[in-house]
């Protein structure tokens, strides 16, 4: 087997829930090696989010945690303890990256801050990825995924219908925004550590890099300099048509044809019915002050057709229109799995379980999960004996309550 | 005197168009790689034409969208229909790292610029191929546009309101997000070649890279079979509450509050002054099997209050709240302000315009945050002084609509 990308990079892992273990992820599923440290006794609280089998919770059946930990190694540690803490510092002491998401005033208190841990590691690269950041006014707020993705903007911009709740994703996706930012900006402080002239505290607000990237890239600079803005419509475009989510037969499907050879292709999949050669619905713009007339009649006829033949055809014809897949559809769609996208992996509770692959495929050097997460503790052993202590050492780290 | 960039002595050809190959480039290019959009007069890029424009004169140096998104990227300018154009690129990647593109599977091939010919000229480029759903597979061919590509992920199944029909993002959250994640892509591609000295072609499938959002979800489907519909803003995997959006004073204001732990739920009531109703909802499980009447109770709550000064009250209850900012909020908001995230610059045509800096803030380097780029602002450099055309020649091509 090919060896993995980023093999020969040590990484440590203080991370829980979503961001930090996702960041860490990223690097562990291209050869990292990756030794993902949790609190003694109840672990990454991720453990305790579920989706359990059957709803029954269980420390090593969370789903999420499973997804999320994948070739990591695991380490149990209390590294608010001065033994704990000491641990700590000799398992960073030779590695080429930290990924953490605690609070910054956590991080003080346990005396395991960047200026801390550069001392023991100058050429240490930190990754740390937080909800708003290690600065400005809200560094000490506390802040999940929600709080983090309705401070950047988007939802009041492009997700709801106007005068209802801006709406997050049905996910954690300012988390997962943040951890795939700390790994692009951290990888190359680690690609360019000498140039650099050694390590550096990578610094991510998973709320700011969205409001930046995403909502800012698209209106800041529009609204700096017009004083005018836009917010959410609760139409996929508001304007130009067709160019939204619509019900049909067995669900919903993307309807999207803007350019006349798009429109002129949905008109000859539905049947060239005569509306569609109206004045009114001549140009996408056009369509677009019109689109309550026009919608209802697109309805009739997706109404009657399923989405996955909805796509096919018109797919077919020049038109870029999508099902909306549910998620078990998604994960049964024969594109991925003829792709590998979908892969197994041996867990001691769960068996044999299916979870995603890579987000991107390396011919030279193949990504993606191969190990299940870890147990809690699974590793101590081998871990602390590589840092050089006795079994004896270790056993009583563990009575005391330190791993 | 600030440190060398972590990315110093990368050269990257970016092929990459609209948003999300863009981002590849900025990215890399915040971070020190020298990037070239390769670009064309000829075919201009439709983003470049979106508005609104600079000083609201229309054109496709003065799109300031486009100038966000694109910053960081140089431009070349580039006819690729002609053969001598394609020869020209052929040199220019042989003196790069990287080379990105974000077309339909076979579009650079069409060009004569395939990875085969690439490495010909450069045996270990790193190439980044980003279509929509991957180089190979049935649906490779796939037509999408970039807020519409979540269709195919399950991610816009589980967006919008409980028990109502799915809600569009109305635009493209994935282009950045793949952008970013492409940018960590080339990285590891580099780091394996100054392992190995092997180049290789990343297969980037824009509907797998935005899909790793949908694993909480996905795990669920594979564990209980459960393929559900949109869930508002509720905990997503049902194991918090309250985890809502709820209303206050003013016209669309709105305050974000997720309640994860024993000690925040204390502090939520003691921030509500202690409200009799708390006592229906003493433990986690309560709250979660009753979000509902619970949301109803907190909202009846919050129409009264400020959402900043109600956010900075829960705060101080080791609550986590946040006011819901819209786009003017954004550029206002003091905590933005504070750590620079939207900066003016002078665009190179000389007019000012505010995008986004460093979206990621590192102790050691100071991002390069070039802003533009102006259609083909590097051709001279590129051309003459990397290239060595004589001015003679490089005018005849620029003549001839070559370097156009």
Redo the contacts between chains.
Sequence with gaps: MPEG?????KIVELGRL?SAP?CAK?FAD?GADVVKVEPPRTGD?AR????????APHIEKS??F???NTNKRGATLDVSTPAGRDLFLKLIADADVVIENNAPQQMRDWGLD?PSLAKVNPNLVMISIT????????AD?????????????????????P???????????AE??GA??????G???????D???????????C????????????????????DH??????????LGAP???L?CRD????M?ALEAGQWNGLAEVMGNPDWMQLEMFQDMFVRAQNADAMYPLIEQWTAEHDKQEIMDRC?AA???V??????????E????K??G?ITELDHPE?GS?????????????P?GPTSAAPTLGQHNDEIYGGLGLSAKEITDLAEKGVI | MPNSLPLGGIRVANFGWVWAGPVVGQTLGFLGAEVYKVESNARIDLNRMLPPFAEGEPGPDRSLQNHAGWAGNGSITLNLKTDEARELALQFVATCDVVIENFGPGAMANLKLSYEELRKVKPDIVMLSMPAAGLDGPLKDIRTYGLSLTSITGLDSITGYPGGPPIPVENAFADPYNGIMGAFAVLVALRYRSRTGKGQHIDYSQQEGVMQMVGPAFMDYVLNGRSGGPIGNKHPLAAAAPHGVFPCKGDDRWISIAVVTGAEWNGLVAGMDNPGWVSEFADAASRVENVDALHERIAAWTEGFDDYELANRLQGHGVAATPVLNVADLLNDPHYKDRGTFIEVMHPLGFKETIYGAYVKTSATEANVSPGPALGQDNDYVFKELLGLSAERYEQLKADEIIH
């Design positions: 990308a980023l093999e020969g990079t979503v996702y990223l291209y609280l305790h989010w579920g989706p359990f089998p059957n709803d789903g999420l499973f997804y999320l960047y909800a708003y950041g290690q600065t400005g006014p809200y707020w506390n802040g999940y995924d929600l709080n983090a993705f309705h401070l950047s903007g988007t939802s009041s911009r492009y997700c709801g219908r005068g209802e709740t801006p709406l997050e994703h049905g996910t954690f996706s997962f925004f795939t930012a700390g790994a692009a900006w990888l190359a402080a680690v690609v360019g550590r140039l650099v002239g050694g390590g550096q505290h990578v610094d991510v607000s709320a700011e890099a969205i409001a930046a990237t995403f909502v800012g890239a698209q209106n800041i600079g529009g609204y700096a300099q017009d803005f836009e917010k959410r419509t609760g139409v996929g475009m508001p160019a939204t989510i019900p669900g919903h499907v993307w999207l797919q020049g038109v870029p999508t099902a909306v897949y549910t998620v078990g559809e998604a994960a769609a024969p594109h991925l003829e792709r996208y769960f379980v299916r979870t995603l692959g890579a987000p991107f495929k390396l011919p030279e050097s990504g």
